[in-house]
């Protein structure tokens, strides 16, 4: 097995490793500290008077969680029956134009939620699209809706949906066509999707599922926009009302217990013995559809529809004169500037970062690495507000100036927050090796530089590409951090929007949104055909 | 009856031609062994006769039956009466040996009690008894290689075909294993392709060897 | 091609560091908590009539106005921040309270009315929101005054923003100092009795109205103006104009200069710019529709001149202390 414990690790191997974890101490897990530290000082004593509230919580609070873990479930939920089936449709069927379908259903994935909450009240809300096509009471009952539980449900399914898709497809490639072809021979497709090849993949789609969680529990911009109070607010209305980083802080720490659940779940839910093996090639065992393929495909073209092209419509319908793109795209280019250069940076550090904390996670190299995974599911679920307070903290010193007068402190907020994802990523490739590929290479007296950059790397090569794309994303896309901590006059696109929305003209600010969205694929696009070109 | 007849089975794979037009009968009941060099086109052959995949051109019999046109499958690889071991095994790492086992016979309309013997009997012929609850991730290469020969048996098919089945065992299991297969052969009267590059297999098989090299038949 | 990758990345990385650490122009460096829509164009003119470079961090309407506040605080020891320019003395005083702002009298504030301006020159005021009803224009009874949100015929129709954060919680401090505890109390008890929803923010209040949902509500000026802009079918009512009523509260922006500024000089000349008359005009003819606190600045007629209006008498000390002792209070009120 290649997960032990008692693995002998070079000098080389363990200096590297041990820097990540420092770094990773240092830039995440200080400044929460240092926040958690401040949450039982009251008027400088020690003293639990901020959690008070929270061992006995009225029943406001109450209802705040309550709500919070109810969205991320149904959140959670919901992405994974449609994005399961979706990623089993689009990565093992021959659907026509499946290519093409996937790469449009990710695209909600690439912009901050709260455009697309924006796009929808533009069709759902009281003087909506579809109030203005089918009267006015229609857009009373549509605004109901779109306001409450299930408009955020639906928005926040809509743009996370696609993780549970795109990580279906991924571990369909993960599986092996001979495991499938040996119950081919047995049984038809049907029951070798429920036998086989579901229950192969299930273990390895707790990973999305947890992600989407995650991200809905920490969600704000939405439930704020769409009025459904979140207990992210609460801690938000700390900062907010009272300026009280301590209180702040212990209003968050209800996420640590549910993560700590999660992550006890998800051990439950992976074990040796269900490893799915790769045995050979890349090669996937299609599904010929046949004549159902046209049906499929209606089914698939209709959720495109309704989950993508729809909100772009709208904001699209909403810029009226191409002028204002021009206008737009003039006033916010420093910004879209620094958004890619950003988003760029963050993505490779964190890349990099979270691979070492995958292979100490992995292999399990000492006896707490479970608890670095569970540090970084913690931080990815922290309110950002926490973590950006925590940040300037610990680094606006004099001496450390360099770092927070600079965007080096965007990036280790970015650092701070997302590792999880990378590593996340990373892990799920680092358990589909063979064990001995690398160990027959130790054994061959080889540097742990050289199996690293020689072996282990392009082994997870694709894993490390998808880590950099989803990690692009996430910076680009970043609103919480790069709000509080972008230095004076270097904001990002996202932030510009966010910052000039109240008030702005509401063409522009669709106009803005459809370059936001632009400026997303198009980087991912020129990466995708490099990518494409360098497997060939 | 299940005889295996193939006629001028052309298969290409990208710009390379794996088989070409290879017309061969194997006899109901019989023994074959395919021997040839890598790459030769052998394990194709097998998954053609299998329906994992369709050749360009030509037919595929099994028995009175045409189940493979002119690049159709005209009958679903479940429904030919196949049992396969694959060469990597392709044994279910979230199955126990038990259950690896019974997957195919859940779908054979048998009892739980008829399953129930039909698993023991061939657990006890293969030595398997003490893994039966064992994930066959656990178990030595030559134990996963029983498995997989058990997993197929079971199923009393009507063909077997096997893929460098002994690669992975010792001389006396190789022993033992071919000893079971014919003896099963004998009771349950199916027709046995094999591919393998030992040509002693098919001597201790007592098998007609058949050669390929460069996707045509040769002389053996 | 697949070093080639890494080797692109890697560059990026590298320009995108060195791009942020390269060598500083002469500049200022301001936090704006009003909206970055109508604060910018001032601090471009800023840029273009001084030749001094503005860094802004801004803030939104989504975070009350807390975000770089919370920033000024945290980064109390080290600030990065020449000036603040707060959408409501409130916050200025709070930085004055914790050592973060320095005194600084400008010489274009003599003419601001003392009672916008700290007395040791910590803040000083300019262009002003207002607190003002807006409501249908069928309403009837018309609304004249806030005590309406208790008024049983108006039961279920109002709405007002979350007093715990922003303009509300001012107007609420302000209440609380004007009328003593106990009588603050009953009203807001009464308020609750009588049904009243409560938005997110002054522009949902607002939106909540436009889309008639709800008869009238207590928003800002601006939010206001923008909703008739929308919606021909409201009015705007300056509350509480009558001879003994308490008079509408009227909201300034205020500047701060932070104490240890990086730029102290360049914080002065922007602190002079702000609080010149020729910003008050222009503030007045932005879509933030906000009142000259000077008599003799020209306005655009929906914007009425400050001396046209009976204010409230409000003391921002004072108003500072009672947010700190009215805070649980409006917590419970908003949470039961």
Not at chain 1, 115 to 144: D, F, M, Q, R, Y
Not at chain 1, 183 to 211: D, E, K, Q
Request: with cysteine; aromatic share 8%; hydrophobic share 50%.
């Amino acid at each position: 097995m290649i997960s032990n414990p008692r693995r002998t690790l070079d000098r080389s191997e363990k200096t590297v490793l041990w820097l990540a974890t420092g770094l990773l101490i240092v830039v995440g897990l200080l400044p929460v500290l240092a926040m958690i530290g401040k949450s039982f000082l009251v008027n400088g004593k020690f003293s639990l008077d901020l959690y008070r509230d929270f061992l006995s919580p009225a029943p406001y609070r109450k209802l705040l969680l309550f709500n919070s873990v109810t969205l991320a479930a149904c959140t959670a939920t919901a992405s994974t029956l449609f994005g399961v089936p979706l990623g089993l449709l689009l990565g093992k069927t021959t659907i026509p134009l499946r290519g093409l379908l996937a790469t449009i259903l990710t695209t909600p994935l690439l912009i901050p939620p709260y455009i697309l909450a924006t796009a929808w009240h533009k069709i759902l809300g009281s003087h909506g699209l579809l109030a203005l096509w089918l009267g006015p009471e229609s857009g009373v009952l549509t605004a109901t809706w779109l306001f409450g539980l299930p408009g955020c449900v639906f928005v926040l399914s809509s743009a996370f949906a696609p993780i549970v898709m795109l990580f279906t497809i991924v571990q369909i490639r993960m599986i092996d066509p001979r495991l499938e072809e040996a119950g081919r021979l047995c049984t038809r497709w049907p029951a070798t999707l429920r036998a086989i090849t579901l229950p192969l993949m299930l273990s390895r789609l707790s990973l999305p599922i947890i992600l989407v969680f995650v991200l809905a529990l920490g969600e704000m911009t939405v439930p704020s926009l769409l009025r459904y109070p979140v207990l992210p607010v609460e801690s938000f209305m700390q900062f907010a009302a009272f300026y009280n980083f301590g209180a702040a802080t212990a209003s968050a720490m209800p996420l640590l217990f549910i993560c700590a659940i999660i992550l006890y779940l998800d051990g439950l839910m992976v074990n040796d013995t269900d490893r799915p093996i790769r045995l050979r090639n890349n090669s996937v065992l299609m599904i010929d559809l046949q004549v159902w393929g046209v049906a499929a495909f209606i089914v698939v073209a209709g959720i495109v529809v309704l989950s993508v092209v729809a909100p772009f419509f709208a904001l699209l319908a909403d810029v009226d004169s191409p002028r204002l793109y021009i206008d737009a795209f003039v006033s916010a280019r420093d910004s879209i500037v620094r958004s890619l250069a950003y988003a760029t940076a963050g993505a490779t550090v964190l890349t990099l970062v979270g691979f070492l904390c995958s292979y100490i996670v992995h292999l399990r190299l000492s006896p707490w690495s479970r608890g670095l995974d569970f540090i970084l599911l913690f931080l990815f679920s922290l309110p950002s507000g926490v973590i950006a307070i925590g940040l300037i903290t610990i680094w606006n010193t004099g001496a450390t100036q360099w770092i927070y007068s600079t965007p080096v402190i965007v990036l280790f907020s970015y650092l701070a927050q997302y590792s999880a994802l990378p590593s996340r990523l990373s892990q799920s490739a680092l358990s589909n090796l063979p064990p001995n590929l690398i160990d027959a290479a130790k054994l061959a007296g080889v540097s742990w530089f050289s199996r690293t950059w020689y072996i282990l790397l392009p082994l997870v090569k694709d894993a490390l590409l998808l880590s950099w794309a989803a990690s692009f994303i996430f910076c680009l896309r970043d609103v919480g951090l790069t709000l509080t901590l972008h230095p004076p006059g270097a904001d990002t696109l996202p932030v510009w929007i966010f910052t000039f929305m109240p008030n702005a003209p509401p063409r522009l600010i669709s106009a803005l949104c459809v370059i936001a969205v632009v400026i997303t694929l198009v980087p991912l696009g020129l990466f995708y055909r490099s990518l494409r070109r360098i497997q060939a | 009856m299940s005889r295996i007849c193939l006629e001028t089975v052309h298969y290409t794979h990208g710009t390379r031609d794996i088989l070409r037009g290879i017309s061969l009968e194997i006899p109901h009941a019989s023994r074959v062994t395919i021997v040839g060099p890598s790459g030769s086109g052998k394990t194709t052959l097998l998954r053609i006769i299998a329906g994992l995949e369709r050749p360009w051109h030509g037919r595929v019999f099994i028995g009175q039956r045409l189940v493979c046109a002119d690049g159709l499958n005209l009958v679903d690889p479940s429904r030919r009466g196949i049992a396969m071991v694959f060469q990597d095994l392709a044994l279910w790492p979230h199955f126990t040996v038990r259950e690896n086992i019974e997957f195919g016979l859940r779908r054979r309309g048998l009892t739980r009690l008829q399953r129930a013997v039909r698993i023991d009997d061939i657990l006890q012929r293969m030595q398997l008894e003490r893994y039966a609850s064992v994930f066959p991730t656990l178990l030595s290469g030559g134990e996963q290689q029983r498995v997989a020969i058990a997993r197929a048996l079971v199923l009393h098919p009507a063909v077997l075909l096997m893929d460098e089945p002994f690669s992975n065992v010792d001389k006396v299991l190789r022993e033992h294993l071919i000893r079971q297969i014919t003896e099963f052969q004998r009771e349950y009267d199916f027709t046995l392709a094999m591919v393998t590059h030992d040509d002693s297999d098919a001597v201790r098989f007592e098998a007609r060897v058949i050669g390929l090299a460069d996707g045509v038949m040769i002389p053996a | 091609m697949k070093k080639r990758l890494v080797l692109i990345l890697v560059v990026l990385s590298v320009i995108a560091l060195y791009w942020s650490l390269r060598p500083a122009a002469d500049f200022v460096v301001i936090y704006v908590s009003h909206d970055r829509i109508f604060s910018e164009p001032v601090l471009r003119d800023f840029n273009t009539d001084t030749g001094i470079q503005v860094r802004a961090i801004y803030d939104t309407e989504e975070t009350k106005g807390t975000g770089v506040m919370n920033r000024l605080i945290a980064e109390r020891d080290h600030p990065q921040a020449d000036v603040y320019w707060a959408n409501e003395p409130l916050r200025t005083v709070v930085l004055k309270k914790k050592g973060i702002s320095a005194p600084y009298r400008s010489p274009n504030a003599v003419d601001i009315p003392d009672s916008f301006k700290d007395p040791h020159g910590y803040w000083t005021g300019f262009a002003a929101r207002a607190r003002v009803l807006l409501m249908r224009n069928d309403l009837k009874p018309m609304p004249m005054s806030i005590a309406a949100y208790s008024d049983a015929r108006l039961q279920n129709t109002t709405v007002i923003a979350n007093p715990l954060f922003g303009t509300t919680t001012t107007h609420a401090a302000a209440l609380f100092v004007l009328w003593g505890p106990d009588r603050f109390r009953n009203f807001m008890a009464q308020v609750k009795t009588n049904g009243v929803k409560i938005a997110s923010s002054n522009g949902e209040s607002a939106d909540l109205i436009i889309s008639g949902e709800f008869a009238f509500g207590l928003v800002d000026s601006d939010d206001a103006v923008t909703a008739t802009e929308k919606n021909t079918a409201l009015t705007i009512v300056y509350p509480d104009q009558g001879e003994n009523e308490i008079g509408c509260l009227v909201i300034p922006n205020a500047v701060a200069l932070i104490k240890n500024a990086p730029h102290e000089q360049n914080a002065k000349k922007l602190i002079d710019y702000l609080l010149n008359k020729d910003t008050e005009r222009k503030l007045a003819f932005s879509g933030s529709a906000q009142m000259p606190l000077r008599s003799g600045i020209s306005t655009p007629p929906h914007v009425p001149q400050i001396n046209k209006l009976k204010t409230m008498r409000v003391d921002y000390e004072q108003m500072a202390s009672a947010i700190e002792k009215i805070q649980l209070l409006l917590k419970d009120w908003v949470e039961h």
